[in-house]
């Protein structure tokens, strides 16, 4: 008896820890697809998916302080626009800014990035960036 009661009481621990984290937010890390402006805030839009669409830019913040910026190939904005895959870095500022260093099709860009909501599927940003320092 006293050992189904042990484990009993060890699989409604282990029930009871998986659905706290199941409750907490992912954060910022991951794939995050364009979608729309906010016309309002003029916040940029984004949906958190497994990989980037071929068709839209995007922002993937890594665990290791990388950062994939999904932006034009070129200069040009004049459809149909190719993407392509940008390398920088991320950090956070504080619990609602982030920082990041990226290169783009002209050079290089410093931008930080205001957090205006995050949610498991949604992300919410002002961006504010600084003149690139063309190459």
């Known amino acids: 008896m006293i050992i189904f009661t042990t484990i009993l009481l060890l699989l409604i621990v282990m029930v009871a820890g998986c659905e706290e984290a199941d409750d907490k937010e992912p954060g910022i ?14 916040g940029k839009i984004y949906s958190r998916h497994d990989q980037f669409e071929e068709d839209k830019p ?8 990388t950062l994939i910026e999904r932006g034009n190939r070129i200069g040009c904005g004049t459809p149909p626009i190719i993407y392509t895959n940008y390398e920088g870095s991320w950090s956070y500022e504080n619990d609602s800014t982030i920082t990041i260093t990226s290169s783009f099709w002209g050079g290089v860009q410093n931008c930080e990035l205001q957090i205006l909501s995050l949610t498991v599927d949604t992300l919410k940003i002002l961006w504010d960036c600084e003149d690139p320092d063309f190459n």
């Open 58 to 65: 995007g922002v993937q913040f890594q665990s290791n302080g």
């Open 29 to 42: 890390l991951g794939i995050w697809v364009f979608e729309y402006w906010d016309q309002n805030t003029s």
